[in-house]
C-alpha cells in the first residue's frame, strides 16, 4: 500500500491499494509535485529517470540511497561530527545507464544515528540547507511507518474478514478513512489529543445529536491513556 503522507497534519494525500507484483516506485508517475515541497522516499524508491523528473519541477527530494548504488564523489564540504553526520559529498552517478537517467551531480548525506550506530546514506539535490537538516527532514519519514503502526494496532486490520480481493481492499479502505477523518478533526480543531483519545470519544457519541467540537471538549484527555490493549473493534461485523 504505497502512501503519501503529508507530515503537517500526518494525512494521507496519496494511497494505491496494489497486490504485491506492483513495485512501489511505480507510485511515483501518479504523483502531482506541490512546489517547493520535499518528496521523503526510503531505499525502494530509487530510480534514477524519476528522479530526475522531480529535479525538472520547483521540488525536492530526499531519498535513502542503496548499497550497491555506483557514485563517484566530486567535491566534499565540511561538516560538524558531533551532530552526527559524517559526511557532505557532490556526487555524480558513474553507472552508464544511470548517469543517462540522470546526469545532473547530486548531493550524498551521510549520517551515523548514535544509538544503532549504523550509517545511513541520502541523496537529495537540495544544495542549500545544512546537512544535518537533511537527515532531519529523512528522519520525518518514520511518520508513515507509525501512521500504519497505529491503523494495525487502534482500527483492527491485523487480520481480514474475507480472503477475496474486493474484501481485503474494503477492509482497508474503511480503516484509512477512519484515519483520515479522525486527522482532519484533530488538525482542524486544533485538538492536542491523541488520534486513539478522539476515536475512543467519538466511538461513544456516534449516535448523540452533540456537535464534534463540545463531545471533544468535554472530555478529559488527561486521563485517557492510549492503551493499545483496549482497542477499539470498528470493524467487527
Request: net charge neutral; aromatic share 10%; hydrophobic share 40%.
Amino acid at each position: 500500500m504505497p502512501t503519501l503522507l503529508d507530515l503537517h497534519g500526518n494525512i494521507p494525500t496519496l494511497i494505491r491499494v496494489t497486490d504485491g507484483k506492483v513495485h512501489d516506485v511505480n507510485i511515483l508517475d501518479e504523483i502531482l509535485p506541490e512546489a517547493g515541497a520535499f518528496y521523503v522516499r526510503d531505499r525502494g524508491y530509487v530510480d534514477c529517470e524519476r528522479l530526475f523528473g522531480f529535479t525538472l519541477r520547483p521540488v525536492f527530494f530526499v531519498v535513502r540511497t542503496k548499497s550497491n548504488v555506483m557514485l563517484q564523489r566530486r567535491d566534499s564540504h565540511a561538516v560538524d561530527k558531533t551532530t552526527g553526520v559524517r559526511c557532505d559529498h557532490t556526487v555524480i552517478r558513474t553507472a552508464i545507464d544511470s548517469a543517462t537517467a540522470y546526469p545532473d551531480a547530486l548531493r550524498r548525506v551521510t549520517d551515523l544515528d548514535v544509538e544503532t550506530r549504523k550509517r545511513f546514506q541520502f541523496l537529495t539535490q537540495n544544495c542549500t540547507l545544512p546537512a544535518l537538516t537533511i537527515a532531519q527532514i529523512y528522519t520525518c519519514r518514520w511518520q508513515v511507518e507509525l501512521s500504519f503502526k497505529w491503523s494495525k494496532q487502534h482500527l483492527r486490520i491485523q487480520a481480514f474478514y474475507g480472503t477475496s480481493e474486493n474484501a481485503v481492499k474494503t477492509q482497508i479502505w474503511i480503516a484509512v478513512s477512519v484515519y483520515v477523518l479522525v486527522a482532519i478533526v484533530r488538525k482542524g480543531l486544533g485538538l492536542e489529543a491523541s488520534l486513539y483519545q478522539i476515536l475512543q470519544i467519538l466511538s461513544v457519541t456516534f449516535f448523540e445529536k452533540t456537535p464534534v467540537l463540545r463531545a471533544l471538549q468535554a472530555s478529559d484527555f488527561e486521563n485517557d491513556s492510549d492503551n493499545s490493549g483496549n482497542q477499539l473493534i470498528l470493524l467487527d461485523f
